[in-house]
């Protein structure tokens, strides 16, 4: 099946920096990615979708200041959260689309700010 | 209301026992993915089913159109399954996903 990965898997910052993390699908393209968060115990939440070549689309309740999407290729989407506070510590999950429907996940990155 | 019921919410089996795990939703979908997240956060995508029935190893998923029902079956269980199944819907339209709250399963030795 389709491989998406993310970069890095998990990753310790100091609050106030900035931490970027990338979702790469491995043997097709995607014109589309998704970002998504997940909190201890919930479920996955949509967070934004993102096109190549163009600027991202956010849920509500999102701020696109804080977390910048970057769809620069076909085959790289890159979510930076910027200003990094604690309560911005969660796992971060990345989904690329193939073709219509066929969606594959990344394993995710955990985040945690101190 | 969420879009996407699974059940049990928890589930502990014996090594070797048949597991099933239930997803119920209520929007018309394109695909329903069956996904895996180990207690390290990690998540594994194991199935993408638009119908039927689909094998992979000791895990068979499958999927009722009619009834908006899909089920993810585990044979000879064991202590490495041990992990949170989640059922993800993607409707006709649009391109979010109505996520289940995920299934927690506890296979003991």
């Known amino acids: 099946g389709a491989v998406v990965s993310q970069h890095p898997s998990w990753v310790i910052c100091k609050s106030g920096t900035s931490v970027k993390i990338e979702c790469r699908s491995l043997d097709f393209q995607a014109t589309t990615m998704f970002w998504y968060r997940q909190f201890p115990k919930q479920s996955l939440m949509l967070m934004a979708t993102s096109n190549e070549g163009s600027k991202a689309t956010y849920e509500q309740g999102v701020e696109k200041d804080k977390f910048l999407i970057n769809h620069a290729s076909l085959t790289l989407s890159t979510l930076t959260v910027t200003s990094a506070h604690p309560e911005d510590s969660s796992f971060y999950i990345c989904?690329?689309?193939?073709?219509?429907?066929?969606?594959?996940f990344g394993p995710g990155t955990r985040l945690t700010v101190t | 209301k969420n879009e996407v019921e699974q059940s049990p919410q928890n589930l502990t089996a014996q090594e070797g026992e048949f597991i099933t795990i239930n997803c119920s939703y209520s929007v018309g979908i394109s695909a329903l993915h069956w996904l895996q997240q180990h207690p390290g956060g990690g998540i594994v995508s194991l199935f993408m089913l638009s119908s039927g029935k689909k094998k992979h190893g000791r895990l068979i998923a499958t999927i009722n159109i009619q009834e908006k029902h899909s089920s993810l079956h585990i044979t000879a269980s064991h202590p490495r399954d041990s992990a949170v199944y989640i059922c993800?819907?993607?409707?006709?339209?649009?391109?979010?996903?109505?996520f289940g709250t995920g299934t927690s399963l506890t296979v003991i030795p």
């Open positions: 993800a819907a993607r409707p006709n339209t649009g391109n979010q996903f109505y």
């Open positions: 989904s690329a689309q193939r073709g219509f429907y066929e969606q594959y």
